[in-house]
């Protein structure tokens, strides 16, 4: 996740087109000489590389090709005063020799230009009149108008009339479009998995719903259990339960009065392709490599970012940035692009790639685990044939980038590990990173970062030892080095400041990477130097400390231990080992109960944060594992009920993966897989999980276009809504592993039991 702050750049948030508002007393026009009628174009202004003049009636210029950013072209107004509070309609009449899609901004006419509007709007040689409302955040008695109209190839020429700008509007009422009332998991159900279903409907009373089966006939019929108001939608729901429909299939719906769901599949390779394309994510998002169109296909290949290729500078030979001086350098080329931007950070990378180190330990450990499933040959990676499984492969590469943000001996700081490598300034959308242009810098070493790599450095260790002994080594002396450097400097924290060209990650508290670390190194080693820090830990035996209700996350580290050391061979006790599993079902006890409680059947609590769908995820992990311990269906049931939630059964009958569901998620934040702003890249990869509704509406097109949206409502499927719909390294994690989970007990038709 990053926090892409700041209207920096102005130009990296944008927002949808709203529609003009009735009813409401517009106030005095702001705009000066808006349509050109006198023939002049005062007090309009461009940068230096146009020409304004007025053709027709209306201001048009000749836009130079070949610039980079959308922001490196500009037409402006200046002087426009702004009152907080006040709501505003912002209008105008736009056409351009060639489709392009441009940014317009209301904004602070100084550094760092705070936008009160941001909107990304798709122009053509159509005269088609374009309209936004918005409600500014402050005073401005000086604000500029914007239209950034760079970052084209190509030249064209590009005209607008009709500009207008008043007070008085009225904001548009929330009100999504959710396609049916009747939700499912639009991808499938195992055939002999449980199959819930919600309906928003006014009905206080059962209603009949009916299974359609794929030849058109009648599958099953039942009455739903009304359930109430659900407080995260505000929607009066039931709920339905299928689970008697078997039969394998493609095609089938439910229809609740009058009212037909998404179609979806019954059978047991219904995540089959979910697994490797939610793996596929990381190959992807490699730094430092060139992603081969044999293996992505043309449309997602790209060539190697960040490898001192003008204009690109490389990764190969980072120096600490000028804040924070050093007097060495770092080889930390390669590792994952961690979300919407093209830094590379620890304490995101630590996460991600322990869970995909999980994912292949769970293969290994559990009774319907199949690791052939992950092995040499399943994914669509480079090293394919080495004889080392496909998913060590892929951790490998940020492995290699974790161990590299170690310092060096003999500095001071000696073991820790820098806490991010990112762009000194934050970048625009769309942006390959070969033609990233800015410097690199590596930002001050942290505790959090150091313990996340002692974590999966020991987990690598343990689970490379198979295939590549002096691998294995070299991450086992890293985890030791970080863990005994962390010991010594346990209170180094990140500065929440620093969130100029990457995202902050600060974490004011390190407890709980101190018991991750503790138990992966254990684990592996067995010291009882590690035992006892498990045991003297704060942490230890405490389920709700463990695993909060919010759910793991990069910042709540410690139930990945947990998981571990209730699953993976080690020198606990019997005793020991009995508590820690009682602790581990306790959670999962408290996780099942909030999805019975859900009318959408989620295993979650919480809040709606950033990320949160891989919260709920890694909620369902936790369930995953508590039924692999003991083979309650109650488990496996809430688990799968996480995806089920993800892949559509939610309130805005949205799946949130790319690829997957008749109405999925596909202008996800990123700036690379950016379609939506230049119709010559792609939309993310299938198998890209946006990041999910988040009711504090941190980017500017969630302010202007979520107002008054319920918690679990609020999300835009929109590329530059970067708070609700980034995807990121972390995000991908849990959905590959429960995708895994899920394919094993279809594959092994062992769905009812460890």
Same mark, same amino acid.
């Given at each position: 996740? &990053? &926090?892409?702050?700041?209207?920096?750049?102005?130009?990296?948030?944008?927002?949808?087109?709203?529609?003009?508002?009735?009813?409401?007393?517009?106030?005095?026009?702001?705009?000066?000489?808006?349509?050109?009628?006198?023939?002049?174009?005062?007090?309009?202004?461009?940068?230096?590389? !146009?020409?304004?003049?007025?053709?027709?009636?209306?201001?048009?210029?000749?836009?130079?090709?070949?610039? &980079?950013?959308?922001?490196?072209?500009?037409?402006?107004?200046?002087?426009?005063?702004?009152?907080?509070?006040?709501?505003?309609?912002?209008? #105008?009449?736009?056409?351009?020799?060639?489709?392009?899609?441009?940014?317009?901004?209301?904004?602070?006419?100084?550094?760092?230009?705070?936008?009160?509007?941001?909107?990304?709007?798709?122009?053509?040689?159509?005269?088609?009149?374009?309209?936004?409302?918005?409600?500014?955040?402050?005073? @401005?008695?000086?604000?500029?108008?914007?239209?950034?109209?760079?970052?084209?190839?190509?030249?064209?020429?590009?005209?607008?009339?009709?500009?207008?700008?008043?007070?008085?509007?009225?904001?548009?009422?929330?009100?999504?479009?959710?396609?049916?009332?009747?939700?499912?998991?639009?991808?499938?159900?195992?055939?002999?998995?449980?199959?819930?279903?919600?309906?928003?409907?006014?009905?206080?009373?059962?209603?009949?719903?009916?299974? @359609?089966?794929?030849?058109?006939?009648?599958?099953?019929?039942?009455?739903?259990?009304? &359930?109430?108001?659900?407080?995260?939608?505000?929607?009066?729901?039931?709920?339905?339960?299928?689970?008697?429909?078997?039969?394998?299939?493609?095609?089938?719906?439910?229809?609740?009065?009058?009212?037909?769901?998404?179609?979806?599949?019954?059978?047991?390779?219904?995540?089959?392709?979910?697994?490797?394309?939610?793996?596929?994510?990381?190959?992807?998002?490699?730094?430092?490599?060139?992603?081969?169109?044999?293996?992505?296909?043309?449309? #997602?290949?790209?060539?190697?970012?960040?490898?001192?290729?003008?204009?690109?500078?490389?990764?190969?030979?980072?120096?600490?940035?000028?804040?924070?001086?050093?007097?060495?350098?770092?080889?930390?080329?390669?590792?994952?692009?961690?979300?919407?931007?093209?830094?590379?950070?620890?304490?995101?990378?630590?996460?991600?790639?322990?869970?995909?180190?999980?994912?292949?330990?769970?293969?290994?450990?559990?009774?319907?685990?199949?690791?052939?499933?992950?092995?040499?040959?399943?994914?669509?990676?480079?090293?394919?044939?080495?004889?080392?499984?496909?998913?060590?492969?892929?951790?490998?590469?940020?492995?290699?980038?974790?161990?590299?943000?170690?310092?060096?001996?003999?500095?001071?700081?000696?073991?820790?590990?820098?806490?991010?490598?990112?762009?000194?300034?934050?970048?625009?959308?769309?942006?390959? *990173?070969?033609?990233?242009?800015? *410097?690199?810098?590596?930002?001050? *070493?942290?505790?959090?970062?150091?313990?996340?790599?002692?974590?999966?450095?020991?987990?690598?260790?343990?689970?490379?030892?198979?295939?590549?002994?002096?691998?294995?080594?070299?991450?086992?002396?890293?985890?030791?080095?970080?863990?005994?450097?962390?010991?010594?400097?346990?209170?180094?924290?990140?500065?929440?400041?620093?969130?100029?060209?990457?995202?902050?990650?600060?974490?004011?508290?390190?407890?709980?990477?101190?018991?991750?670390?503790?138990?992966?190194?254990?684990?592996?080693?067995?010291?009882?130097?590690?035992?006892?820090?498990?045991?003297?830990?704060?942490?230890?035996?405490?389920?709700?400390?463990?695993?909060?209700?919010?759910?793991?996350?990069?910042?709540?580290?410690?139930?990945?231990?947990?998981?571990?050391?209730?699953?993976?061979?080690?020198?606990?006790?019997?005793?020991?080992?009995?508590?820690?599993?009682?602790?581990?079902?306790?959670?999962?006890?408290?996780?099942?109960?909030?999805?019975?409680?859900?009318?959408?059947?989620? *295993?979650?609590?919480?809040? #709606?944060?950033?990320?949160?769908?891989?919260?709920?995820?890694?909620?369902?992990?936790?369930?995953?594992?508590?039924?692999?311990?003991?083979?309650?269906?109650? #488990?496996?049931?809430?688990?799968?009920?996480?995806?089920?939630?993800?892949?559509?059964?939610?309130?805005?009958?949205?799946?949130?993966?790319?690829?997957?569901?008749?109405?999925?998620?596909?202008?996800?934040?990123?700036?690379?897989?950016?379609?939506?702003?230049?119709?010559?890249?792609?939309?993310?990869?299938?198998?890209?999980?946006?990041?999910?509704?988040?009711?504090? !509406?941190?980017?500017?097109?969630?302010?202007?276009?979520?107002?008054?949206?319920?918690?679990?409502?609020?999300?835009?499927?929109?590329?530059?809504?970067?708070?609700?719909?980034?995807?990121?390294?972390?995000?991908?994690?849990?959905?590959?592993?429960?995708?895994?989970?899920?394919?094993?007990?279809?594959?092994?038709? @062992?769905?009812?039991?460890?």
């Amino acid at each position: 996740m &990053v &926090v892409t702050a700041t209207a920096a750049v102005a130009g990296l948030v944008a927002a949808v087109v709203a529609l003009p508002t009735a009813n409401a007393e517009p106030g005095p026009e702001l705009i000066v000489n808006g349509d050109f009628a006198d023939g002049s174009n005062l007090p309009w202004w461009g940068t230096e590389n !146009l020409t304004l003049e007025v053709v027709e009636g209306r201001l048009c210029a000749d836009v130079p090709g070949g610039t &980079v950013n959308a922001w490196d072209v500009i037409i402006g107004q200046d002087d426009l005063p702004m009152v907080a509070g006040e709501t505003y309609e912002f209008a #105008y009449t736009p056409t351009s020799s060639a489709p392009v899609t441009i940014r317009t901004l209301i904004q602070q006419n100084v550094d760092p230009w705070a936008a009160e509007l941001s909107a990304t709007d798709q122009i053509t040689d159509e005269a088609t009149p374009i309209s936004h409302v918005f409600t500014a955040g402050t005073d @401005n008695p000086a604000a500029q108008l914007v239209f950034q109209i760079g970052g084209s190839e190509d030249p064209f020429t590009f005209c607008v009339d009709d500009v207008s700008l008043r007070g008085g509007a009225e904001t548009p009422p929330f009100d999504p479009e959710t396609g049916s009332p009747v939700r499912v998991n639009q991808v499938g159900y195992l055939p002999d998995g449980a199959k819930v279903g919600s309906v928003v409907t006014e009905a206080t009373e059962p209603l009949e719903w009916t299974v @359609n089966a794929p030849d058109g006939g009648v599958a099953a019929t039942g009455d739903t259990m009304p &359930v109430g108001e659900d407080p995260t939608s505000r929607e009066n729901v039931h709920t339905f339960d299928f689970s008697e429909v078997t039969a394998a299939g493609k095609g089938y719906t439910v229809t609740i009065d009058g009212e037909t769901s998404e179609p979806f599949d019954i059978g047991t390779e219904v995540y089959d392709t979910l697994r490797t394309d939610a793996l596929a994510y990381y190959y992807h998002n490699r730094s430092g490599i060139e992603i081969d169109a044999a293996l992505v296909g043309e449309e #997602y290949a790209r060539p190697a970012g960040h490898v001192n290729v003008e204009p690109n500078q490389g990764d190969d030979g980072v120096t600490c940035w000028a804040t924070d001086p050093c007097d060495y350098t770092l080889d930390a080329a390669g590792g994952w692009y961690d979300a919407g931007d093209h830094g590379k950070y620890v304490v995101n990378g630590g996460i991600s790639v322990a869970q995909l180190m999980s994912s292949y330990e769970r293969a290994l450990t559990a009774e319907n685990g199949d690791s052939e499933a992950l092995g040499d040959g399943s994914l669509a990676v480079p090293e394919q044939g080495n004889d080392v499984p496909d998913i060590l492969d892929e951790a490998k590469w940020e492995m290699d980038f974790l161990m590299a943000m170690q310092v060096p001996a003999g500095e001071e700081l000696a073991g820790m590990a820098h806490h991010k490598l990112h762009d000194a300034q934050w970048t625009g959308l769309p942006l390959l *990173p070969d033609r990233d242009a800015q *410097p690199r810098e590596l930002h001050p *070493p942290s505790t959090a970062a150091t313990l996340n790599l002692a974590a999966s450095a020991a987990q690598c260790a343990r689970l490379f030892a198979p295939y590549d002994a002096d691998y294995a080594a070299q991450c086992l002396a890293s985890a030791e080095t970080a863990w005994d450097a962390a010991q010594a400097h346990p209170n180094m924290l990140a500065d929440p400041n620093d969130g100029t060209g990457g995202g902050a990650y600060s974490d004011n508290k390190v407890s709980d990477e101190f018991y991750w670390a503790a138990a992966e190194l254990f684990a592996t080693t067995g010291a009882d130097v590690y035992r006892q820090a498990l045991l003297d830990s704060e942490l230890h035996g405490d389920a709700e400390a463990l695993f909060p209700t919010g759910g793991l996350s990069w910042g709540e580290t410690a139930g990945l231990g947990v998981l571990t050391l209730a699953t993976v061979e080690n020198d606990l006790t019997d005793a020991q080992l009995t508590d820690v599993r009682d602790v581990l079902t306790t959670a999962a006890d408290a996780y099942a109960a909030d999805a019975a409680d859900a009318a959408y059947g989620l *295993p979650f609590a919480g809040e #709606y944060v950033w990320g949160s769908n891989s919260q709920v995820l890694n909620n369902a992990i936790v369930l995953a594992v508590a039924h692999d311990l003991t083979g309650e269906a109650v #488990y496996r049931d809430a688990a799968i009920a996480g995806l089920d939630y993800v892949l559509g059964r939610n309130p805005l009958n949205q799946s949130y993966v790319t690829g997957y569901g008749e109405r999925a998620s596909e202008n996800q934040h990123h700036r690379f897989w950016a379609n939506q702003l230049d119709p010559d890249l792609p939309n993310p990869a299938a198998g890209s999980l946006a990041g999910g509704p988040n009711e504090a !509406l941190q980017d500017p097109i969630a302010e202007q276009q979520l107002v008054g949206c319920p918690p679990a409502q609020c999300y835009i499927d929109h590329i530059e809504s970067y708070a609700t719909n980034e995807i990121t390294i972390n995000w991908n994690a849990p959905l590959a592993w429960l995708a895994s989970y899920a394919d094993d007990l279809g594959s092994s038709g @062992n769905t009812s039991g460890s």
